[in-house]
């Protein structure tokens, strides 16, 4: 995924596999593919397919996923930032998530502001603080149906499962 560019970009490709899951879902689970995008990214120590998703509208559903691979590493980890929204003041914040490739789901603490360059600079935080323990592979992915968020459920696909 991080080596070859599909035919449609990356954003194409995405947004392909996105309605394609879709017409698998009813009407009522379907998310539109509006601000949906990718990119292929080089960072310090690490190059990542970054991916914008639709605006996240409830608790746990990202704004950001990073398909990251650092530098002299086999596999991939898959960062994201999610949204969430405080029980006691209705104030909306992120949390930094990462996925394993067994399907669990790693709260990785406090997010940054819901930007671009913000997330990114947080991914390479996470990267030079910590060596993951069940990191995903090129074949690994999150399990399908583990999150519950709209937005990730349309990502299943293009990983593998």
């Known amino acids: ?3 070859h560019e599909p035919t449609a970009g990356f954003t194409g490709g995405l ?3 996105w309605q394609g899951y879709g ?3 009813s009407e009522s689970e379907r998310l539109p ?3 949906l995008s990718a990119d292929l990214v080089q960072g310090d120590g690490y190059r990542a397919l970054f991916v914008v998703l639709p605006p996240a509208g409830a608790p746990s559903e990202a704004h950001f996923v990073a398909v990251v691979q650092a530098a002299g590493a086999e596999g991939c980890r898959y960062l ?3 949204h969430g929204v405080s029980p006691v003041d209705g104030q909306a914040y992120t949390v930094l998530g990462e996925w394993t490739a067994d399907g669990r789901h790693l709260n990785l603490g406090s997010g940054p502001a819901a930007e671009p360059g913000d997330f990114l600079a947080a991914v390479g935080r996470v990267l030079a603080q910590s060596v993951p323990v069940h990191a995903a592979t090129r ?4 399990e399908s149906g583990k ?3 709209r937005g990730l459920r349309g990502l299943r696909g293009l990983f593998g499962r």
Request: charged residues 25%; proline residues 5%; glycine residues 18%.
């Open 1 to 3: 995924m991080l080596d």
């Open 15 to 17: 947004t392909a596999i």
């Open 23 to 25: 017409e698998k879902l």
């Open 33 to 35: 593919a509006d601000g």
């Open 80 to 82: 994201t930032l999610e």
């Open 139 to 142: 074949a690994g992915v999150p």
């Open 147 to 149: 999150s519950g968020g």
